[in-house]
């Protein structure tokens, strides 16, 4: 068993599953800010690949993220865990990010679970809806949506800072 009395290892998914039928769909809804820092001696995101072409819309650009989840938009305060994963400029006519990402949590209630983001963010729209294809630990058969709404954007780094809502359906 974890922390959290959640059975491991293969034996311990399998008695897991079996007990399924008999256990209620939780709902959770979580809030938290991501800080996807791109410039400084520092960087939480990094360019991992790039097309050969000069786009307005960084077609082709893939990065790399550990960025860190906090409770609130600044950077000092608390940290829940850590945005990692990969998003990439999938669109040749407007800003848009195919993003795979883990939400890893290192703190609090869900310290050690994650849930797995997969979807299309239109950067430049007010509000992008993404999808939660699952989890682990806690979160175990997660489904949901994630809503990102940038909370701060600097124009000269490219440094953002994005709100997030979520809302998950699990064990």
Request: glycine letters at 10%.
């Amino acid at each position: 068993m974890d922390v959290h009395g959640v059975a491991q290892g293969h034996e311990g998914v399998d008695e897991w599953f079996h007990k399924l039928d008999r256990t209620k769909e939780k709902v959770t809804r979580l809030h938290f800010y991501f800080h996807d820092t791109v410039s400084g001696k520092s960087p939480t995101a990094v360019t991992a690949a790039g097309a050969k072409l000069a786009s307005p819309t960084m077609f082709g650009l893939i990065n790399t993220a550990d960025d860190p989840m906090t409770v609130g938009p600044e950077l000092n305060s608390t940290l829940l865990g850590r945005a990692q994963g990969i998003y990439a400029s999938a669109d040749q006519n407007e800003v848009g990010l195919a993003m795979y990402m883990n939400y890893y949590f290192t703190a609090g209630k869900y310290r050690g679970s994650t849930l797995s983001l997969l979807g299309r963010n239109a950067g430049l729209h007010s509000i992008r809806e993404m999808s939660i294809v699952g989890g682990t630990g806690v979160f175990r058969l997660a489904r949901g949506i994630a809503t990102a709404k940038t909370y701060f954007v600097n124009a000269t780094t490219a440094d953002d800072i994005v709100e997030y809502n979520v809302v998950v359906v699990h064990y």
